[in-house]
């Protein structure tokens, strides 16, 4: 039975590659970092099947023990200061946790098993002004937020580890992926829960950034299939994954409320609160590369990721409504 380790297991990406692991046989070790509450949402379903360690990217400490407790075959980096915006107010924790995290992953699987096979979830982000559309793994990146800065230095620490110690170590370049686990302070997960609240008459409006930045959306269960395949192959290269297309955000505010027999127009407040100091306007993949060796495409459209979402939401919140009823 193979071992993978997770970072960020109780993130988004966490928890469905921890299910697809799980589906094909893996022990699996998460990697989730001491709170003062747990916060375990997302796992809570998995939680008699997986091992979860406390460990942190601050601390190179804890990372070695763990490399050498649980002797991983595949090591998956999914732990990050995610959020953009965060990344303005706290760029020096964005770096050392989204940039120099890396290295002390990468440092522990050097020094206990250099074979261990390890994936980096880089970014579209690194992409930022996009200097090529649609964007490849041979774009050059022109990062736009402190995140994606620190993610670029994710990506070539990973590309070095590869080149100077000969180790399986992989850059998966993944465009905005979703679902209804998504935190809710990102754009797609707040306009579903925002079209739920509205429409069962627990908000009246919904305040948003910039509506036309356009993003490459898709689902994210689809992507953590990728990122297992990346570690399937012979060679270990960079992977860009995405769908192809590009959507703005007004139009998901659309079809999102569109869902519910809402106009957008009557709700979404335009708030310049939201609006970042440097924008990212559009992503857009070619994946071709992924599906070349990988064979890995997307099997969820965008209309479909966002009447998912606002289903999920929707429910979610019926159900509080009747448990509070009930209370
Ligand atoms: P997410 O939901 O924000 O999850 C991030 C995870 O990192 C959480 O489990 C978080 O733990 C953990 N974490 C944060 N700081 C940590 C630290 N110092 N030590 C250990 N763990 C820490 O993100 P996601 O959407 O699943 O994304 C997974 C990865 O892919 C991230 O690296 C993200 O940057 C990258 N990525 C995401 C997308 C996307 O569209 N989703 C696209 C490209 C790349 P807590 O739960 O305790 O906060
Ligand atoms: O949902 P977002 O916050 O995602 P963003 O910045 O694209 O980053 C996500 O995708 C990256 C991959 O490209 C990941 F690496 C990263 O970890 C994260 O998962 O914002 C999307 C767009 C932005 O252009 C933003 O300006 O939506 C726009 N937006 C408009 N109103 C808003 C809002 N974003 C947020 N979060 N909140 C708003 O009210």
Known sequence: MPTAIITGITGQDGSYLAELLL??????????????????????????NITVIQGDLHDQGSLLAL?????????????????????????????????????????????????IRFYQASSSEMFGKVLETPQTERTPFYPRSPYGVAKVYGHYITVNYRESFNMFAVSGILFNHESPRRGIEFV??????????IKLGLAAELRLGN????????????????????????QPDNFVIGTGETHSVQ?????????????????????????????????????????????????VSFAQLVRMMVDSDMKRHEKLILAEKHA
Not at 27 to 46: M, P
């Open 23 to 48: 589906s094909k046989g893996y022990k699996v070790v998460g990697v989730a970092r001491r709170a003062s509450t747990q916060n375990y949402e997302r796992i809570n379903h998995l939680l008699d």
């Open 251 to 299: 139009e998901f505010c659309e079809i999102a409320f569109g869902h519910v027999n809402l106009d957008y127009k009557d709700h979404v407040k335009v708030d310049e609160k939201f609006y970042r100091p440097a924008e990212v306007d559009l992503l857009i993949a070619d994946a071709s590369k992924a599906g070349r060796f990988l064979g890995w495409e997307p099997t």
């Open 67 to 115: 490399m050498e407790e649980h002797k991983p075959d595949e090591v998956y980096n999914l732990a990050a200061q995610s959020f953009v915006p965060t990344s303005w107010n706290q760029p020096a924790l964005t770096g050392d946790v989204t940039a120099i995290g890396v290295t002390r992953i990468l440092e522990a699987i050097r020094y206990v098993n250099p074979k």
């Open 211 to 234: 509506l036309d930045s356009q993003r490459d959306w898709g689902f994210a269960g689809d992507y953590v299939q990728a990122m297992w395949q990346m570690l399937q192959q012979d």
């Open 188 to 197: 797609t997960r707040k306009i579903s829960d925002g079209a739920a609240r």
